[in-house]
């Protein structure tokens, strides 16, 4: 059982930075990918970004490519996404999470098994 619990949210402006992190309850085993997803006001939770966690493997949405990051610490089980270049339209809810899914399906939410509460990001113009 993975608990985990994001923080770093927060309200900013346009064209500013955001970090969130999320901190798993125990040792994610090196054949989990970890994820960030979002979810906007009336829309569906959707793709952010995600990484193996024993490899520098990542995948991001179309939507943040180039602008969000995402890292690790095996040392303190955490997992951060850096966002820049913030725009209104990232202003959701986001939630990590973890699991095992196959490479080609780490877009997919029902691949995760474990999600933490969420931390809300607004962006105002």
């Known amino acids: 059982q993975v608990q985990l619990v994001e923080s770093g949210g927060g309200s900013v402006q346009a064209g500013d930075s955001l970090t969130l992190s999320c901190t798993a309850s125990?040792?994610?085993?090196?054949?989990?990918?970890m994820g960030w997803f979002r979810q906007a006001p009336g829309k569906e939770r959707e793709f952010v970004a995600a990484?193996?966690?024993?490899?520098?493997?990542?995948t991001y949405a179309d939507s943040v490519k180039g602008r969000f990051t995402i890292s690790r610490d095996t040392a303190k089980n955490m997992v951060y996404l850096q966002m820049n270049s913030l725009r209104p339209e990232d202003t959701a809810v986001y939630y990590c999470?973890?699991?095992?899914?196959?490479?080609?399906?780490?877009?997919?939410?029902?691949?995760?098994?474990?999600w933490g509460p969420g931390t809300q990001v607004t962006v105002s113009s």
């Open positions: 125990a040792r994610t085993s090196s054949d989990y990918a």
């Open positions: 990484r193996r966690w024993a490899t520098g493997w990542s």
């Open positions: 999470a973890a699991g095992r899914p196959p490479l080609s399906s780490a877009r997919f939410m029902s691949s995760y098994g474990y």
